[in-house]
């Protein structure tokens, strides 16, 4: 290994040239250098491995590989295909053509908003694998990309500890009552309204806490029938006339004329979405774009500089 620390990509691409063209001179022509320089860089790789690379018969004859150099140019082709790939990768990866993006997210997220995102960002990168990491807590969430699991994250508020995470804010989400489009009135929903009235919704998790806790300030003992972890099950639910449901509004489907959405009166605080990422850690190109996009689409101004959590 010590006799080749100083070998270099010049020896290779000088070795790989003139066992192409047959003679120092056409290798020249062909890398854009002078002949004397073509045979330096020879020479110079030559005295690193301490033997001919080259038989030089003389006059207009083509040089040919000596057996070392033979060997030698198998391995030098090998190194210089890795390198080619290398660069058009790197110029893949800083261009964000290419890669992996795991987005850390919850499943009105997912349903509500990141079509549109994701839509937009495989429009410009067909290539890219996305994949989508969900939970239903705020603290696995958390914990993912704390640990690298994820390369960013959605978040509901600040999470973490101070100064943890990176945070743009994209929107305020208001939770909703929603109910059978033939069961409910005009206007908004009241604690009046929902004292006794039978509620389908979410199984545990943090956005059936902050439901809870938000029905609770109102003055209202929840009085669940029926619970599920998935949206679409509570609101299939909600159309078969088992109760109603208090949802973040992304979490609707708002064309489904078989239900209704009204807003709560008091309103229970709104979800404030977030996308975030590791405090002091560089956004790969893909990964920038996706939080350009998520702001475009929830109407955001673009931050000159992202928002400490």
Same mark, same amino acid.
């Given at each position: 290994?010590?006799?080749? !620390?100083? =070998?270099?990509?010049?020896?290779?691409?000088?070795?790989?040239?003139?066992?192409?063209?047959? #003679?120092?001179? !056409?290798?020249?022509?062909? =890398?854009?250098?002078?002949?004397?320089?073509?045979?330096?860089?020879? &020479?110079?790789?030559?005295?690193?491995?301490? &033997?001919?690379?080259?038989?030089?018969?003389?006059?207009? *004859?083509?040089?040919?590989?000596?057996?070392?150099? $033979? *060997?030698?140019?198998?391995?030098?082709?090998?190194?210089?295909?890795?390198?080619? %790939?290398?660069?058009?990768?790197?110029?893949?990866?800083?261009?964000?053509?290419?890669?992996?993006? !795991?987005?850390? #997210?919850? $499943?009105?997220?997912?349903?509500?908003?990141?079509?549109?995102?994701?839509?937009?960002?495989?429009?410009?990168?067909?290539?890219?694998?996305? $994949?989508?990491? /969900? %939970?239903?807590?705020?603290?696995?969430?958390?914990?993912?990309?704390? %640990?690298?699991?994820?390369?960013?994250?959605?978040?509901?508020?600040?999470?973490?500890?101070?100064? /943890?995470?990176?945070?743009?804010?994209?929107?305020?989400?208001?939770?909703? +009552?929603?109910?059978?489009?033939?069961?409910?009135?005009?206007?908004?929903?009241?604690?009046?309204?929902?004292?006794?009235?039978?509620?389908?919704?979410?199984? /545990?998790?943090?956005?059936?806490?902050?439901?809870? /806790?938000?029905?609770?300030?109102?003055?209202?003992?929840?009085?669940? +029938?029926?619970?599920? !972890?998935?949206?679409?099950?509570?609101?299939?639910?909600?159309?078969?006339? @088992?109760? @109603? %449901?208090? @949802?973040?509004? @992304?979490?609707?489907?708002?064309?489904?004329?078989?239900?209704?959405?009204?807003?709560?009166?008091?309103?229970?605080?709104?979800?404030?979405?977030?996308?975030?990422?590791?405090?002091?850690?560089?956004?790969?190109?893909? &990964?920038?774009?996706?939080?350009?996009?998520? =702001?475009?689409?929830?109407?955001?101004?673009?931050?000159?500089?992202?928002?400490?959590?």
């Amino acid at each position: 290994m010590d006799r080749l !620390r100083d =070998l270099e990509m010049r020896h290779l691409i000088a070795l790989d040239a003139v066992a192409t063209t047959g #003679t120092f001179g !056409r290798a020249a022509v062909l =890398l854009g250098y002078t002949q004397s320089a073509i045979s330096q860089q020879i &020479a110079s790789f030559e005295r690193l491995v301490g &033997a001919p690379l080259f038989d030089r018969p003389g006059g207009p *004859r083509p040089v040919t590989l000596t057996p070392l150099g $033979e *060997r030698l140019l198998e391995h030098a082709r090998v190194l210089l295909d890795r390198v080619e %790939a290398t660069s058009r990768d790197l110029d893949e990866f800083q261009h964000g053509a290419t890669g992996r993006l !795991r987005i850390g #997210t919850f $499943e009105s997220i997912s349903t509500g908003l990141l079509p549109q995102i994701v839509r937009q960002l495989l429009s410009e990168r067909p290539q890219l694998d996305i $994949e989508l990491v /969900e %939970a239903f807590e705020d603290d696995k969430l958390v914990d993912w990309l704390r %640990a690298g699991t994820t390369d960013v994250s959605f978040f509901i508020g600040n999470n973490g500890e101070p100064g /943890e995470f990176e945070t743009v804010h994209l929107k305020m989400d208001p939770y909703v +009552v929603v109910a059978r489009a033939d069961s409910v009135g005009d206007g908004p929903i009241g604690a009046d309204d929902l004292v006794g009235v039978p509620l389908v919704g979410e199984h /545990e998790g943090s956005c059936h806490k902050r439901v809870n /806790e938000g029905l609770l300030a109102m003055g209202v003992q929840p009085r669940y +029938v029926f619970r599920s !972890r998935g949206n679409g099950a509570v609101l299939a639910m909600v159309r078969a006339g @088992m109760g @109603m %449901a208090v @949802m973040a509004r @992304m979490a609707i489907d708002r064309d489904d004329p078989e239900l209704a959405i009204r807003d709560l009166d008091p309103p229970i605080t709104p979800r404030d979405v977030r996308l975030a990422w590791r405090a002091g850690r560089t956004l790969s190109p893909v &990964a920038q774009r996706l939080v350009d996009i998520a =702001l475009e689409v929830c109407d955001q101004p673009q931050p000159s500089t992202a928002l400490a959590s």
